[in-house]
């Protein structure tokens, strides 16, 4: 039988509303990547006070970031060359970088390895189908699925 522990609303509520974690210098950060289904109590005013979004990279911080990375004038020419290159926000600063470190002494091919990343996220973009069905189903069902009758 799967262990599957959670805990209750007003419990994960009390938590957050303690003395231990409003007590004053101390943070607390919650991440997701889908606020939307998050009960509104748990982030109401109060309980969560700085929203702090993290969207793809524009043109202009994609050219940033990767004048930044290298610190090189040699880097200038390759930041505008992929700022026109790349179509405006479609990567992560994440994956801008995990791109870059392939090459970490060379602008260009750090470009070119940020190009690849583009070329084949349209690849797998075209040929993957997402099955419904297995996009919402919780991890203990999977393993349950997967162990069989």
């Known amino acids: 039988m799967p262990c599957q522990a959670s805990l209750s609303r007003p419990f994960s509520l009390a938590i957050l509303d303690s003395c231990f974690l409003a007590q004053e210098g101390r943070l ?4 997701t990547n889908h606020v939307e289904r998050l009960d509104p109590a748990l982030i109401r005013p109060g309980r969560v006070d700085v929203r702090v979004p993290f969207h793809l990279c ?12 290298y610190g090189t004038e040699a880097a200038a020419a390759a930041a505008r060359s992929l700022g026109a290159a790349v179509p405006n926000r479609t990567l992560s600063v994440a994956q801008l970088q995990g791109a870059l470190m392939r090459a970490p002494d060379s602008p260009d091919e750090g470009a070119k ?9 349209r690849i797998d973009a075209a040929h993957h189908v997402i099955d419904a069905s297995e996009e919402e189903r919780p991890l203990h069902a999977t393993a349950d699925a997967a162990r069989g009758p």
């Open 28 to 31: 607390l950060f919650l991440t």
């Open 58 to 69: 524009s043109s202009a911080q994609l050219e940033a970031y990767v004048r930044h990375f």
């Open 113 to 121: 390895a940020v190009l690849s990343l583009l070329d084949n996220a």
